[in-house]
């Protein structure tokens, strides 16, 4: 069974950094794309950005970009978010997703459709 299992999130001041990871098990870690996406208080979940398989091409919300930087590690099965001078605006509940990395994942990135497998969230405060 696939997990994904996030960490990092945490209360931080406005203009500090904090390193979101996801680690993932239960599959393969190639060939599947994974990104982040959060979700604030009654709002809609939204994304922040994606890695491919291969870790050559990455994709940022224009909100974040920028200031957010994502990377993978194959050898330890792990997706990062690094997060860098983080606005009150970016309080969320950020949450891990991977899909399979199909020619429509390319269109399709930016929504919640392509993605498989979820995980449960890291809470993530900046403090105006």
């Not at 794309?33 to 990455?58: C, K, M, N, Y």
Request: glycine share 10%.
């Amino acid at each position: 069974q696939v997990q994904l299992v996030e960490s990092g999130g945490g209360l931080v001041q406005a203009g500090g950094s904090l390193r979101l990871s996801c680690v993932a098990s239960g599959r393969p870690f190639s060939r599947y794309a994974t990104a982040w996406f959060r979700q604030a208080p009654g709002r809609e979940r939204e994304f922040v950005s994606a890695v491919t398989w291969s870790g050559l091409r990455t994709y940022y919300a224009d909100s974040v970009k920028g200031r957010f930087t994502i990377s993978r590690d194959d050898t330890k099965n792990t997706v990062y978010l690094q997060m860098n001078s983080l606005k009150s605006e970016d309080t969320a509940v950020y949450y891990c997703a991977d899909g399979r990395e199909t020619p429509d994942f390319f269109a399709y990135y930016r929504r919640k459709d392509p993605y498989e497998h979820w995980g449960m969230g890291t809470q993530v405060t900046v403090s105006s």
